[in-house]
């Protein structure tokens, strides 16, 4: 108890770290705007007065690629005249060369007044002007930064009227700066002429990923010390049920059949308490994660031997006994309840994993194929035994080895549960478990556990290792190999073997294997204007943090030469990541399927996008876009075939060309 009550103390101290440190973040420029006409009433000026925190600054108006983010305006609607000259700043900016970034930079600290003059049009009384200013703000003295800001602008003057001429003028400039359900650029797709879109290809994908997973699962669990055991009891409990060959089968089978139904019942029952709708949103959910994180390594503990979790063991007993005065099918059934209550010490760990990893499939489909993997797995050796007796007598016996079993599926929590972890610190941005301390954290855990298979140390149930066995050294040689695969990470080498779990490349510090890379951007409409400047077409990238095929196309097809050089040199990528949490400066009003639906993240923003232009809601999901927004190709989904990922953007450059 000693070391649990240390654990929650640690477990507190980091959430509650987190979450207040993520509560403290503030924004250290305040923004003050102002309009009005001058003596002659056909002119103005608009100024807008950047306040800004002792120590911190913000950027220029034009900054070299590369830096940070540069001050910038950007007017979606003007209305009854147009903007004259360019933004002018009340002084001048400082310009030093910045060791951080490389780069030759400017910025202003203190305060700032920014000047931008306008002219009325004939006829109008007033004017107006919406949009935004971008910024960021860095401190002077640690060089931390703030995430890029938005300060929404909204001025009048008078009564604006706008010409005809004047309002498309304006709608031509602006187009691909409204950002949002209102631009063109947000029109659904047109796959008619490029062919049926592939959104479904991923589902099936992730489902067989499912289904090992939850097989596995079910292997795993049959090892433990909770369950292996049950077999002899529950075959000498159906011997003794059943009079003949054919009757012992017949309960056989049914006995397997009432595992299967009772697992797939309870991954079903957690779906539908949730919503299916809502399984993805919970699987990138902060509170959700940190929570199933402390509870892996509380299962861990347990594991490792210094408490036992059980539930009450009335449940148990009550249903063994109601197992033995009743008869038939309904006797099965409660022998089967047995299995899964005396068994949940054991199999629980895994199980809340398999409903998590399949929580973010986000549908009924996903959490029903996991568990009818896992009952299927659990409930074959013991159909098999039931129906061939003779096979109990090849069993090994129960003894230290379930023990040692329980201490490797330890050591597997342990390591599972920084996953959970990284999702978490992923979609809110955190920062607390970059990719090198990830891999750190692996390396230790699969060393320790090669030096446990070898006997080196023991836990206070385990029985003393006399000699090791073949299979354990094995197991321990292939737990080492796997740590000495890992370093390479701490210095940003791909490990495309696990990049479906290891945080993604970008949060490494330190990256010795890393090359220039392509250009990326993580707003559409501003990836669509550059897009459309450069006269390239456009590669969207539907993804997310917790996504785990995204994270395996990025290893295994992203990082290869031939895909990142073609994207490099002939496309704009656009990575939208559909459970990003950070709140969007303004929420956004629009109606799907006859509902009102308020988005307010920024991950809401770009899953709607997917949902209304393409139709589409799994991830990952790649599509080609001309300039006006339209398919140059069908939609590609989880495929790790290089070759076929390179064939379908060169099909995207041809039709781009003879457009």
């Keep these: 108890m000693k070391v649990l009550s240390r654990f929650i103390l640690l477990i507190s101290f980091l959430v509650c770290g987190s979450l207040c440190g993520y509560a403290e973040i503030v924004n250290p420029v305040s923004w003050t705007q102002k309009i009005e006409k001058d003596e002659s009433g056909k002119e103005g000026v608009m100024s807008f007065t950047a306040t800004i925190q002792k120590n911190w600054h913000i950027y220029g108006l034009n900054l070299p690629e590369g830096g940070p983010n540069a001050t910038t305006f950007d007017f979606s609607e003007i209305v009854g005249g147009e903007l004259v000259g360019d933004i002018v700043p009340s002084t001048p900016a400082t310009e030093e060369f910045d060791s951080t970034f490389n780069l030759p930079l400017s910025w202003w600290e203190t305060t700032v007044t ?54 498309s003028a304006n709608e031509a400039a602006s187009r ?19 062919g049926a879109s592939a959104a479904d290809n991923v589902s099936g994908a992730s489902w067989l990923y499912i289904f090992v997973w939850g097989f596995v699962g079910g292997l795993l669990a049959l090892l433990t010390p909770c369950v292996w055991p049950m077999i002899p009891l529950t075959v000498s409990f159906f011997l003794k049920k059943s009079s003949s060959r054919s009757r012992s089968i017949r309960d056989a089978l049914t006995y397997g059949v009432a595992i299967v139904v009772i697992f797939l019942v309870l991954g079903l029952a957690v779906t539908v308490l949730f919503g299916a709708s809502k399984l993805n949103d919970l699987a990138t959910n902060a509170v959700f ?23 009450p063991a009335s449940w148990s007993n009550r249903m063994d006994s109601r197992a033995d005065r009743t008869t038939g099918i309904l006797s099965i059934f409660f022998m089967a309840f047995t299995l899964v209550l005396v068994s949940f010490s054991c199999t629980g760990p895994i199980i809340g994993t398999l409903l998590v990893e399949a929580a973010s499939q986000g549908s009924y489909v996903g959490p029903a194929v996991g568990m009818g993997a896992f009952a299927l797995a659990l409930a074959i050796p013991f159909t098999l035994c039931a129906i061939f007796p003779s096979l109990l007598k090849e069993l090994p016996r129960s003894g230290g080895w379930l023990n040692s079993v329980k201490v490797i599926l330890g050591f597997l929590e342990l390591a599972l549960s920084l996953k959970f972890l990284s999702v978490a610190d992923l979609a809110y941005g955190w920062g607390i478990l970059d990719r090198e301390v990830f891999i750190s954290l692996w390396v230790a855990i699969f060393v320790l556990l090669s030096l446990y298979l070898l006997g080196k140390f023991r836990f206070s149930h385990d029985s003393p290792t006399e000699h090791v066995g073949i299979l354990r050294f094995f197991l321990s040689l292939f737990s080492f190999s796997f740590a000495i695969y890992l370093v390479p990470g701490l ?24 090359s220039e890379g392509f250009k990326s951007f993580d707003d559409y409409d501003e990836g669509m204007k550059y897009a459309a400047d450069n006269k390239l077409p456009v590669l969207i990238d539907f993804s997310g943090y917790g996504c785990v095929n995204c994270r395996k196309m990025e290893g295994a097809v992203f990082d290869t030469e031939e895909v990142s050089g073609l994207i490099k040199d002939k496309f704009v990528l656009i990575t939208l990541m559909v459970d990003d949490k950070h709140q969007l400066p303004a929420s956004i009003d629009v109606v799907e399927n006859g509902k009102n639906i308020r988005l307010e993240t920024v991950g809401e923003k770009w899953s709607y996008l997917q949902r209304s232009k393409f139709n589409a809601s799994t991830q990952p999901y790649y599509v080609v876009l001309d300039g006006n927004g339209q398919p140059l190709v069908s939609s590609y989904s989880y495929d790790e075939n290089v070759a076929r990922f390179v064939e379908w953007l060169q099909t995207a450059l041809t039709n781009f060309k003879v457009q």
């Design 491 to 514: 210095w940003g080498a791909p490990l495309k073997g696990v990049s479906a779990f290891v945080p993604p490349l970008f949060t490494q510090d330190f990256n010795l294997y890393g």
């Design 114 to 167: 920014f000047r931008q003059k306008f002219r009325l049009s004939e006829g109008s009384e007033g004017f107006k002007a919406v949009g935004s200013i971008r910024y960021q703000a860095c401190s002077l003295v640690d060089g931390s930064c703030i995430p890029p800001q938005k300060e929404p602008v909204e001025l009048t003057v008078g009564t604006p009227v706008a010409s005809p001429a004047a309002v």
């Design 176 to 194: 691909s700066l409204t950002s949002g359900p209102d631009s063109p650029l947000w029109a659904p797709a047109d796959f008619s002429k490029v």
């Design 289 to 311: 994660n940190l929570i199933f994180f402390a509870l892996l390594v509380v299962f861990a503990i347990s594991f490792f031997g210094a408490f036992e979790i059980k539930l």
